[in-house]
């Protein structure tokens, strides 16, 4: 599986983007996917997983009520909607896939593929 994120950019704070990750493959519905996020100097974080269904999703406490994530297995797609940012959101943005419980994504285990990054900036 490659994956590939776009939809990066410059926004305002309180503005919107829509992430995107394609995926190549066959086998993208059997992949739990997240997003992360590696802002400048700090360490990789977690932002957004969801099962490979779709049906199971979970956020980090900074983003829940802002940030969605959402799949598409007809268009081996996974996005992350991010309404409200806040430069504090401004990184580079990751998405992976493992083919474990959507909910060991977070830990960085099992993840099997990452894509490339995106970059998103939020100025105040």
């Known amino acids: 599986v490659q994956l590939q994120a776009s939809g990066g950019g410059l926004v305002q704070a309180g503005g919107s983007l829509r992430l995107s990750c394609a995926a190549s493959?066959?086998?993208?519905?059997?992949?739990?996917m997240g997003w992360f996020r590696q802002a400048p100097g700090k360490e990789r974080e977690f932002v957004a997983a969801i099962s490979a269904s779709g049906a199971g999703t979970s956020y980090t406490d900074s983003v829940k009520g802002r940030f969605t994530i959402s799949r598409d297995n007809a268009k081996n797609t996974v996005y992350l909607q991010m309404n409200s940012l806040k430069p504090d959101d401004t990184a580079v943005y990751y998405c992976a896939a493992g083919q474990v419980h959507f909910l060991v994504i977070a830990g960085t285990r099992g993840i099997d593929y990452w894509g490339q990054g995106t970059l998103v900036t939020v100025s105040s």
């Open positions: 493959g066959r086998t993208f519905s059997r992949y739990a």
